[in-house]
Antibody
Framework: EVQLVESGGDSVQPGGSLRLSCAAS????????MNWVRQAPGKGLEWVAYIGGSSSTIYYADSVKGRFTISRDNVKNSLYLQMNSLRDEDTAVYYCARGRGYGENDCWGQGTLVTVSS | EIVLTQSPGTLSLSPGERATLSCRASQSVSSDYLAWYQQKPGQAPRLLIYGASSRATGIPDRFSGSGSGTDFTLTISRLEPEDFVVYYC????????FGQGTKVEI
């Protein structure tokens, strides 16, 4: 069974840092691109970052560029999101999502909550 | 950045009726790399449609997608009670962006 499990969400002060993890199982992790998508409370989905299977291609949303870093470890079957200089508006549930084929997201984790507040 | 605008914001219908949801892109979506997702309260999104018109595995045939270029449509032919939730479109032809969502309510 394909499974994605996020962890690392927490409450942090503005300007702080946090590292999210996503553990993948049930598929050949290195063969798929991966994404982070977030959802602020009561709001819609916002794509955050993309990483190709070999980590050679990486994209970021303008709202997080220069502050967030996506990475992966294909030996550990894990995806990461290093978040620095956190702002109030980064408060959201963060989902990891598998990219299939040309990029549609066919499998999602259950999400992990990040709260940025003083 | 390609901006996706979904309309209407809220669609009020009854079970058994047909739902038509629109997603308009600010510029052409290359190769029709357009997907639709369904999100139920408290759950992660679920892929319904990819490549503008292909149904994902296990998705009932009452869900269909159409369109190309800048105008795309998700149609639910006969609404079931579990279909009254929120739907998002996403383009993945140029980086990635989501529309703001359409809520289908009773």
């Amino acid at each position: 069974e394909v499974q994605l499990v996020e962890s690392g969400g927490d409450s942090v002060q503005p300007g702080g840092s946090l590292r999210l993890s996503c553990a993948a199982s049930g598929f050949t992790f290195s063969s798929y691109s991966m994404n982070w998508v977030r959802q602020a409370p009561g709001k819609g989905l916002e794509w955050v970052a993309y990483i190709g299977g070999s980590s050679s291609t990486i994209y970021y949303a303008d709202s997080v560029k220069g502050r967030f870093t996506i990475s992966r470890d294909n030996v550990k079957n894990s995806l990461y999101l290093q978040m620095n200089s956190l702002r109030d508006e980064d408060t959201a549930v963060y989902y990891c999502a598998r990219g299939r084929g040309y990029g549609e997201n066919d499998c999602w984790g259950q999400g992990t909550l990040v709260t940025v507040s003083s | 950045e390609i901006v996706l605008t979904q309309s209407p914001g809220t669609l009020s219908l009854s079970p058994g009726e047909r739902a038509t949801l629109s997603c308009r892109a600010s510029q052409s979506v290359s190769s029709d790399y357009l997907a639709w997702y369904q999100q139920k309260p408290g759950q992660a999104p679920r892929l319904l449609i990819y490549g503008a018109s292909s149904r994902a595995t296990g998705i009932p045939d009452r869900f269909s997608g159409s369109g190309s270029g800048t105008d795309f449509t998700l149609t639910i032919s006969r609404l079931e009670p579990e279909d009254f939730v929120v739907y998002y479109c996403q383009q993945y032809g140029s980086s990635r962006t989501f529309g703001q969502g359409t809520k289908v309510e009773i």
